[in-house]
């Protein structure tokens, strides 16, 4: 049996594709209505209406369903985590703990796999991420993710259980890097959308996402990971998906920026407190991080777009 907690889009996808292989799967909601809903319905209706649960696939709203020993994928936003952990901490002990969200705590600039290596010490860590979208999951279209883990032979276990004939898991056993690369794509995805809402090209894009790449890199790096985990499926495989789709929640935000328009303020956006907790650490370090700056400055509303643009262009010139 395999846990899902929180019954988002992505959470969902990867209950519909883990049953659908035949494994059994508790899917738990917070919201009893919600649960009720999709116990009717036999599909999530609010986030991916028209894909059918399969027979396996089972939802809840009381935590203390999930099994002893059981893993536990926490489908849960990066700034929603702590809070969902610290209340459900004695159910969610002792087992491994798979976190399925992107980014870093605003308040500590912790990722997820340290919040629960903090807060739930029995639990054994994991991080699944890389270049994804909830509705091709749940399709069952092709689609390659990172699995990491710092315990390898959990990290291989964890890889036969979750990987599905369409969804196929690489594993590594550097979550720090697995961990930046996801939370750090999201930034430079808002920045890449930011140009193009602003009409400034594909070619701004492209320098975007490369420059943006090497900011990554650097802090990355400077953090303990791994130069070819940024360089997989994690790090650039993720960056090139969420810099050129509209399914992207960055990437739609970026784009409402460039264009002077407003946002859904119920749509989460990872990237968007990253920025935030990215730079701070980053001036600490004395990283030097300048797309990752420029969207904290557009972001914060007290800078004009041309100017901050203007600033980027006009930075010393140097060897890539």
């Not at 027979?55 to 990066?78: H, K, Y």
């Not at 499926?233 to 264009?259: Q, V």
Request: contains cysteine; hydrophobic residues 45%; glycine residues 10%.
């Amino acid at each position: 049996m395999i846990a899902v907690c929180g019954s988002g889009a992505f959470g969902t996808a990867l209950a519909i594709s883990i049953a659908a292989k035949g494994t059994e799967v508790l899917l738990w909601a917070r919201d009893a209505g919600h649960v009720a809903e999709m116990a009717t319905a036999g599909e999530n209706s609010r986030r991916l209406p028209g894909l059918p649960f399969p027979a396996t696939l089972r939802v809840t709203a009381d935590i203390t369903d999930i099994p002893a020993d059981v893993p536990v994928l926490l489908s849960i936003p990066m700034q929603k985590l702590r809070a969902m952990m610290q209340e459900h901490a004695a159910t969610l002990a002792h087992r491994p703990l798979v976190a399925c969200c992107k980014g870093v705590e605003l308040s500590t600039g912790l990722g997820p796999t340290a919040l629960i290596a903090e807060l739930i010490p029995s639990a054994t860590p994991a991080v699944l991420t890389g270049p994804s979208f909830a509705a091709d999951i749940a399709r069952g279209l092709p689609t390659a993710i990172t699995l990491a883990c710092a315990d390898a032979d959990l990290g291989a276990t964890l890889q036969e259980q979750i990987s599905t004939p369409t969804l196929r898991l690489y594993r590594t056993t550097d979550t720090t890097g697995a961990e930046l690369g996801g939370a750090l794509k999201n930034v430079i995805a808002i920045a890449a959308g930011t140009v193009m809402g602003a009409g400034l090209g594909d070619s701004a894009r492209a320098a975007i996402m490369t420059r943006g790449y090497a900011e990554m890199q650097r802090m990355a790096l400077a953090l303990g990971a791994q130069a070819e985990t940024l360089a997989g499926l994690s790090g650039f495989g993720d960056l090139t998906l969420t810099c050129t789709s509209d399914l992207s929640r960055n990437y739609r935000f970026g784009l409402s920026l460039g264009r002077g328009d407003g946002f859904d303020p119920a749509i989460t956006v990872e990237g968007a407190a990253t920025a935030r907790a990215v730079l701070e650490r980053a001036e600490a370090m004395q990283i030097d991080m300048p797309i990752t700056a420029a969207v904290v400055a557009l972001l914060s509303g007290k800078y004009d777009l041309g100017d901050l643009i203007n600033g980027l262009l006009s930075r010393p010139l140097k060897e890539e």
